[in-house]
């Protein structure tokens, strides 16, 4: 019996790739995260943003932190300093959990 296997993907780097993608990153800063958990996060996202090609037009990042309430921190930007330069706007860890809220104002940013 042979075993089905996935094909491996197509040989080429992300560059060559059509598809532009647009990514909201929603970030949790209420007080269930302390400060130390909270840089974390934001050390994670810088990493991501700079292996990602938004300053090449493939792809737009934005954040929006929530705790009882969302805050769109950065809309969607190819501009990779821009991105970088806003996530000190994300704020101490404080309040409740209302992710409800940042999934509506993500939506109202693909509108």
Do not use: H, K, W
């Amino acid at each position: 019996m042979q075993v089905p296997t996935t094909p491996s993907p197509a040989a080429g780097s992300p560059a060559d790739c059509p598809q532009t993608a647009d990514i909201l990153l929603l970030v949790d800063r209420s007080s269930s995260l302390n400060r130390s958990d909270l840089d974390s996060v934001a050390s994670f996202i810088d990493d991501f943003a700079e292996r990602q090609l938004v300053s090449d037009g493939q792809m737009q990042l934005g954040v929006i932190a929530f705790n009882d309430s969302s805050q769109l921190i950065q809309s969607l930007t190819d501009d990779a300093d821009v991105f970088n330069s806003s996530l000190a706007r994300i704020g101490a860890p404080s309040g409740g959990t209302n992710i409800a809220d940042a999934y509506e104002a993500a939506q109202n940013q693909f509108r």
